[in-house]
Each structure stands twice: as C-alpha cells, then as structure tokens.
C-alpha cells in the first residue's frame, strides 16, 4: 500500500462526523458543550440562556444571534477525543429554523437526536428526523434532563416506534422513576454507574462511580424497589426487547439510546465513548459516477452551506465544504465542477468556537471553511479531476412568504444583487408574481426567521432597507400540464385563489393558504400536475 493510501486510511478511520438534532431547549447546545469539555476543547462548560452575563455559548456566531441569545447559523467544532478526531456540526435548534439546518444534515456521517424526558419526541425533532432517516444514516438518541422528573422510559421507547418508526436499542438503562433517578445500568458493560453528587453545577467533568451489578452497596444506596424496578426492566429488555443489531444501525433502523443529564455531565462520557466505538467513520457518497469511496487519492468535496460576514473583523463570505475523498492541502488547485474553473485553495479555515485558523491539510469528513470568490452554490462539487459531480441536494419546500422591496428606491440595485447573492446562497428562494414589476419579489423560507436573517444581512451587507410584508400562503406547488402546454395564470382555474408566481428559472409555482385551497385547484384543474418542488428536483 502506498504511503498516501496508508495515511488517508488512518485518517478516515480516526474521524466522526456528526450533528445533533433536537426540538428547541432539549438540550442541544448544553451537550454540545459538554461532549467539547470533555474532549479538552474548552475547560469551562456555560450555558447560555442560564447565564447571560457570561461569554455565549461557544457556537454562537453572527450578532443577531447575541442579540436574541439562540444560534441561527450551523457552525463547525472539531476536537480530539480518544485518538478520535470528532466533527460536530451544530445545527440551529430554534422554532424557525431554516434550510441550513436541513442541509447540514447532507454533510454528516450520523446524527445524534436529543430528547428532553419530560417531553418525548417533539416536532421538530421530527422533521430533522426525517431528513436523517431518508438519507439512511446511523441515529443515536440521547434521553436528556434525567436529573428531572420526566416519562418513563419505557415510554419514550415506544414513542420513538410509533412515533418516528424507528426501533431503539438502549445502551445503558435508568435506575430510580419518576425523575428520581440515581445512575444508570450499563448493559453492554454489565456495570453500575451512580450519580455523584455535583457542585460545580456541571461546569467540570462529573466523577461518578461504579460497581458491579451484584456490588450490595448499590442495592443499599439505591434502595429495594428502585433495586427490584432494575432487575425487572434489564430482564424484560433482555427478553423482549430487539437485540442489538449493527447493520441495522448503520441503516438508521434501530437507534442505540443512552440516558443521562447534560447539564449535570451525567451519562456524557459513557455515551460519547460508546458513540465513538459504534459510529460510522466518513462513508462513500453518491456521484454521477456512482460512488466515490473516501480513500480514493483524488481529492474531492461539496458546499453545503455559504456564509457572508460571519466575522465583522473579516468581511468576507465562506463556502464550507464537505471532504469526500483524498486529502486536502492548501494552496492546491481544484476544478469547480458547475463552472469549469480551476480554483487555488489558497486560505482554508477551520473552526474552533469563535476562533478560525488557517489549515494545511484535512481529511475525509472534516470540514473547511474556503473564501468564496462568489462563484459557489450550494451542493456544488470540487475535485481534483472533473470526472464527476455529487449528487444535488434535495429541495426543502418553502412555508413561509413574505413581498420585499427596497424602501428607499433608489437602493434598488444594491437590492437585487443582495437578494440575488443570497438566493444563490441557498438563504432563500425567490419569485416573481405574475404580471407584477421586477421591483416587487416573494421570497419564500422554510421558517420565519430567515427573513429576520434578510433584512439584517442586507442592512449589513448591501446597506439596503427593506419593506417586508408578510403573505397569508404556507403551501407551494409547482404546476404542469399533463401535455406540456405552457401553465399560466389565465388558463388555471381559481388562480385568483392564491398567488400566482415564477421561481428564478421561470417555472409556474402558486401560493395557496393551505390544503383545503389547494383541494379546490386539484378538483377543477383535472390536467394539473402539481410538485412541492421543482418537477426536476428531488424533495427531501
Ligand atoms: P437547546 O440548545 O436544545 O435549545 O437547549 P439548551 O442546551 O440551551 O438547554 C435548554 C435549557 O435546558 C437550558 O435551561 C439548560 O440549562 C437546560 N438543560 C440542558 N440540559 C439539561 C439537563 O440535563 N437537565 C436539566 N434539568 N436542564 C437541562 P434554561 O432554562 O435556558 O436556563 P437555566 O434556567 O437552566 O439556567
């Protein structure tokens, strides 16, 4: 074997590429920061909503986020753990999330799914979900909040069955009910772990200690029924539960689950160990040239996400990209695929909390920061040789709408480079209304805060203010004629019913207020055929 072969599989081997999904406030940023102290990223672990006064939480970014106190952007943390290197890549936890969040999804290897007790799965756990489970990689659950009073979990156990469809296989189980937990079984070690008593409020790592099963002590600290409550549920999994099964967890089939507390360091350790031990290192990706295995030598990469002025100090935009294959090093010439340039990687960056630094080589699953120099779109493929391409991201259909204009018209060209730049970002997606002047454009999101993120960015960036008006529709739908005759607004019946519009290439697309609207269109348009995405597109 080669010696470069023999590098880059030692590489792909050490690396975990990751991101955590959660409903907002299951815990998410907490375990995050937890998972980054224990790998010796950072010493001091803080909260940021339970903390105000002290620095943000690690992963917070762009100014807007300070201002509101949540995380919009996806930001990257790299640490080492155990002779592992360990990618996280953060997704946005808020009720208004945006595409970003989907499309950070397309770049990791396994997700990790947080659930807060008390509260099961929660929608957007659910729609996150939805992604991970459509593109069939591994789900590992973490039952968050057991500090506190919260289901029983046997019952999460179920919810996540009939719930979210998928099969879960606890790795270590609760001992104690009713949020009176004191540690935790784990079931593949056969040992006890008791909760120690915590007084740094989770700040340092957590000593806990362990015992054997049959270990008296344990039975006496815990309690007879908390005891007898133990033996019974190891045996009922034991006996009825599924058995751990590897190819069904790589499949996204069977989720291995870990219960602990985040804020008090509880069960973190046990589960970033095991997390480590059964997660898949950087896997081969589909491309037009069927798959491209991560030990190949050609080097090769797709952008899932752009970013302007992440830091007012570097008024710049990055392209973050996705290592596929071979290895990266900077200063090296790479064909951009969709343009046919031949691009030098001259100042690649990576990320550690607030703080970048310029990087000489990266492997398979890391993930690098590259100066845009305006020609990247999302999902657009890099490589040593122009042989192929990945594969397209999916499309996320827009819910939310809004008409933007410039308020000030004689801004209007700042205006439509900045809503062009961001379109082509991925930020939005736009269209025009049928008929209506070129000054008046729908922007359609997949959350609300998006628009929030348009008007800051084009305040910051474009120095443009804009009027937002927002739009009664929720629902989207690409329109065909069975017979391919051009769909306009004069021919469709009820198109008075929502708004008529073209996306940026020109395609028929019309705004309905919800279902029962879009009913109607179905019943009195027989020819139509109607997409939640571009006919040429997949959804996700
Ligand atoms: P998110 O990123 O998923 O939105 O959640 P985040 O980590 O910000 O946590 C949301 C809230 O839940 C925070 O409380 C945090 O301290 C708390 N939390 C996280 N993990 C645990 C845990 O294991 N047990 C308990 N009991 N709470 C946890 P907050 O209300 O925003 O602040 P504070 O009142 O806790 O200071």
Redesign the pocket.
Known sequence: MSAIQEELDKEIQKRRTFAII????????????KLLLYGGAIHLAG?????KTQRH?VSDWMEIEKQRG??VTSSVLQFDYEGCRINILDTP??QDFSEDTYRTLMAVDSAVM?L?IAKGVEAQTKKLFKVCKQRGIPIFTFV?????FGKAPLDIMDELEHVLGIRSYPMDWPIGTDGKYMGVYDRRRKKIELFAEDSSH?QSERVSETFEPDDSRVRERVGESAWEALQDDIMLLDEAGEDFDEKMVAAGELTPMFF?????N?GVQNFLEEYIRLAPPPQPRKSSEGLIAPDSEEFSAFVFKIQANMNPAHRDRLAFIRICSGKFERNMEVWHEKSGKLLKLAQPQQFLAQDRQIIDTAYPGDIVGLFDPGVFGIGDTICQQRKFKYEDFPVFPPEKFARVSAKDTMKRKQFVKGIEQLTQEGAIQLFQQAGAGAESYIVGTVGTLQFEVLEYRLKNEYNVDIELNMQPYEVARWLAYEDGSEVAPASLKGADRGMFVYDRHGNPVLLVNNEWALGWITDNNPDLQLGTVPFDRKEA
Not at 144 to 148: A, S
Not at 260 to 264: F, H, L, R, V, Y
């Open positions: 959660s409903h907002p406030d299951a815990g998410k940023t907490t375990l995050t920061e909260s940021i909503k339970s903390r939480a949540i995380s936890g808020h947080v807060d968050n909040k057991l500090d506190r989770g602990g507390s985040a804020m008090t509880f």
